[in-house]
Every structure is written in C-alpha cells, then in structure tokens.
C-alpha cells in the first residue's frame, strides 16, 4: 500500500535525521513535497518512453513484414539524469521548479533510434508523425541542415499522452533518428565534449568535421547500393 505523505516525511525525518532536525516542520513539508513531485515526474516521462518506444516497435514489426527487413537497428531511450537537468535549467537560466523542468525541457525523455539508412529514417519519422494521437511539436533537422561541427541527426519533439490511474496526462519525448555511422560520430563527439583540456582540441575538431563529411557520402551511397538491390529484387 502507498505511504500517506506524513508518514513518508516520518520516515524522511527518521532516516535523515542530521538534515531534518534543524528544518520547521512546514519547511520539510514543502521539501518533501517537491521531491515526490519530481519522482513523479520522472515516472511519467519513463512511461511516455514506453508508449514511445511501443510505436516504433509496431512500425519495425509492420515494415519488417511487408519489406523483409528491420528499417531500426537498435532503440536507445534514457530520462536525463537529475545532474543533467539541474546543469540545463541552471544554465538556460529557469528557476529550478519541477512546473518549470517540464515546461522548459524538451528532452527530459530521449528515445534515440538508430536506422541503417536515412531513407528509413524519413519513413518512420513520417509513419509516426501521421499517427492521430500524439503531436509533432517541433522537428530540427540537423540531417539536411547540419550543426557546424558535423552533427546529423533528425529530431522530434514529440506530445504523446501517458494514462494514470486518475487521469491522461500529455508528455514530451524528444525522438532522435540517426544512422548507424551518425550515431557512431555522435558518440566520439559526446566524448570530446565532456573531456576537459584535451590537447589539439581544434585538430579534432576539424577531424570529426571532416569524418562527418565522409560519413554523410558513406550514408548517401549505402542508400543507393540498397534502392540498387531492391530495384534488382523486383526484376527478378
Ligand atoms: P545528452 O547528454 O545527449 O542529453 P532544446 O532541446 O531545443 O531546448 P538543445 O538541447 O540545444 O535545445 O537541442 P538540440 O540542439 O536539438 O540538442 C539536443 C540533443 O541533441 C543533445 O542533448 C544531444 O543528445 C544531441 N546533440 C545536439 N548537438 C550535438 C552535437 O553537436 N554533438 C552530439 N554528440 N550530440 C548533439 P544534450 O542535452 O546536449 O546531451
């Protein structure tokens, strides 16, 4: 059965009683109270990834059958860590409320799905985008319009509504598509990002600019080796 809130505070103060002995009573209700709110809010962006991730393996399932092959690779979801989200707001200057987390973020939940070729990525993204019950609130594409540094990838902001108990309630999902070699890219840049006072930090960045390049030519040309084997599939 579920703790009533004063009994989880009794609890709290039990557990912690160094950081509660010296708050009032009405502080450490309000402490408490934000802390279940944003647990809350942490378990509802993991059942919009869900819901989410429950759509995309529909359409692979669906595609698999018609065309007898996986337009997705692999799914990768994640809620932001809590460290991640305090940085973010911090540094896009929001007060630090969890009313505001989830009206600033859009990407407090990411669901990352990784295609062979960019084509797929464009279907799926249109197939999900057409789907009555959710909203397409915003799209960068950073796949026809690249960062300057290189990055590719399509991403959504998606509104897809959650069922509790109580009440339907709407989430965002920031959904990114990417191909196996733009998330391969992605993953070496992640890592140049957090390494601090990294030699020849310029040089790098000029050759993953360049690897960027290469990998988009790579990308383009796996498509048309595969529009090659699926016109020649039809002639036989
Ligand atoms: P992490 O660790 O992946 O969560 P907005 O969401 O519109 O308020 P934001 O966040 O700048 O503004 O949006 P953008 O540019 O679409 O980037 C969101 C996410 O895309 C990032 O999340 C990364 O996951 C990815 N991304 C964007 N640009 C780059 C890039 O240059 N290199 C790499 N490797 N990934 C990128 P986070 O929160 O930065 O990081």
């Given at each position: ?54 759509k995309l393996n529909v359409l ?25 989200i305090v940085e973010k707001m ?147």
């Amino acid at each position: 059965m579920m703790k009533e809130k004063n009994e989880i505070m009794d609890v709290a103060a039990e557990e912690f009683p160094a950081l509660f002995d010296h708050i009032p009573r009405e502080q450490q209700a309000k402490i408490l109270g934000t802390v279940q709110s944003f647990v809350t809010l942490l378990m509802e962006y993991r059942c919009a990834i869900r819901e989410m991730e429950t759509k995309l393996n529909v359409l692979n399932e669906e595609f698999s059958l018609l065309h007898e092959r996986n337009p997705i690779e692999s799914i990768k979801s994640r809620v932001k860590d809590p460290a991640s989200i305090v940085e973010k707001m911090y540094r896009r200057g929001h007060a630090l409320t969890v009313d505001n987390i989830e009206a600033k973020l859009h990407d407090v939940a990411g669901v990352r799905v990784i295609c062979s070729f960019v084509e797929d990525i464009y279907y799926l993204a249109d197939m999900l985008s057409a789907q009555d019950d959710l909203e397409v609130l915003k799209v960068k594409d950073y796949i026809k319009n690249p960062k300057k540094n290189g990055y590719r990838s399509l991403h959504l902001i998606i509104q897809i509504p959650i069922f509790l108990s109580n009440q339907k309630k709407y989430m965002q999902v920031e959904v990114q598509f990417r191909t196996i070699a733009m998330d391969f890219w992605a993953s070496v840049d992640h890592k140049l990002k957090y390494k601090k006072n990294v030699k020849n930090s310029e040089l790098i960045v000029e050759e993953l600019r360049k690897c960027a390049e290469t990998i988009s030519s790579v990308d383009t040309r796996m498509q048309e080796i595969r529009n090659m084997i699926e016109e020649g599939e039809l002639d036989d």
